[in-house]
């Protein structure tokens, strides 16, 4: 119960941070929030360690991928959200399968 | 083969009529009936593609067509009925109309491998045009904000989808 209060409560305030501009995509659960609206990953670039958590929340009316060229692929339906465990060797740079002009970046740091 | 060239090069003329014709600044209403018109039209050609395709990527595709145009479609209607704005057909919208009803023809004709090349080369072309007309005429035009802001979601929505219809005509050859 206290786990999904405190999740919302970052999830709120990575929201927040995005409104002022920041960067700190980051929350601090190690989860790092990527938003797709109106076809654009924001923040289009991340920097991540190995072990977090990418979640990807789909403003739009419409599917959308978060999908690395021979590699893999993350679906996110309309509306809703979706995530990826990172992993060492997730520096990549990734598209939306169904609107490719949606690109987007992670950095695995050390 | 020949035969099929010059068809889709009298599909361009007509396209390319459609934009000329539209060279008087269409109004707020005009251009909400061109943009809605777009989506029917490519909505159409996608249930079109999807009763006739055996090709997983030629389907997936057609799907997400069918699915990203009837919502922008959803969105623009909500948008002129919040703005009070009643969609006027127009010059445009008919000759789009026309030159849809003559690709839908021809394209019935054909089966298996020659129609999905062909149905996937005409969504290319045709969001090709239409994303020209939105950012040189149809935005530029738009007096309303909304009506603006709109027009350029749906011009980043079909650049991705020409993009995409460009991946899956590569993955055709």
């Given amino acids: 119960m206290t786990a999904v209060i405190l999740d919302r409560r970052q999830v709120l305030g990575a929201g927040a941070a995005l409104l002022m501009g920041g960067e700190a995509a980051a929350a601090h659960d190690g989860t790092v929030h990527v938003t797709?609206?109106?076809?654009?990953?924001?923040?289009?670039?991340?920097?991540?360690?190995?072990?977090?958590?990418?979640?990807?929340?789909?403003?739009?009316?419409?599917?959308?991928?978060?999908?690395?060229?021979?590699?893999?692929?993350?679906?996110?339906?309309?509306?809703?959200?979706?995530?990826?465990?990172?992993?060492?060797?997730?520096?990549?740079?990734?598209?939306?399968?169904?609107h490719p002009n949606m690109k987007g970046r992670i950095k695995v740091s050390a | 083969m020949k035969t099929r060239v010059s068809v889709l090069g009298a599909a361009w003329l007509v396209l390319a009529a459609t934009t000329a014709m539209a060279a008087d600044k269409p109004t707020d209403p005009q251009i909400a009936h061109i943009a809605y018109s777009a989506g029917v039209i490519d909505v159409d050609a996608a249930k079109l593609a999807l009763s006739k395709?055996?090709?997983?990527?030629?389907?997936?595709?057609?799907?997400?067509?069918?699915?990203?145009?009837?919502?922008?479609?959803?969105?623009?209607?909500?948008?002129?009925?919040?703005?009070?704005?009643?969609?006027?057909?127009?010059?445009?919208?008919?000759?789009?109309?026309?030159?849809?009803?003559d690709k839908r023809g021809e394209l019935g004709k054909l089966s298996g491998a020659a129609f999905d090349k062909a149905y996937v080369a005409n969504e290319v072309a045709f969001h090709k045009q239409v994303n020209d007309a939105l950012a040189t005429l149809l935005i530029p035009s738009a007096q309303n904000n909304e009506l603006k802001g709109l027009l350029e979601t749906g011009l980043k929505l079909f650049q991705g989808h020409q993009q995409h219809a460009e991946h899956v005509a590569a993955a055709l050859k």
Avoid at chain 1, 38 to 67: C, M, R, S, Y
Avoid at chain 2, 59 to 79: G, P, T
Wanted: hydrophobic share 45%; aromatic share 8%.
């Fill in chain 2, 53 to 101: 395709t055996k090709n997983a990527d030629v389907a997936s595709f057609a799907q997400s067509m069918q699915k990203d145009h009837e919502a922008v479609n959803e969105m623009a209607l909500a948008l002129v009925k919040k703005l009070n704005v009643q969609p006027e057909d127009n010059p445009t919208s008919k000759a789009l109309a026309k030159a849809a009803k």
């Fill in chain 1, 36 to 98: 797709m609206e109106k076809l654009v990953f924001l923040p289009a670039e991340i920097e991540v360690k190995a072990g977090q958590t990418i979640e990807w929340i789909n403003k739009d009316p419409f599917a959308h991928t978060a999908t690395v060229k021979g590699g893999w692929e993350v679906m996110i339906p309309p509306g809703k959200t979706a995530t990826r465990a990172v992993a060492a060797g997730d520096t990549v740079e990734y598209y939306c399968r169904f």
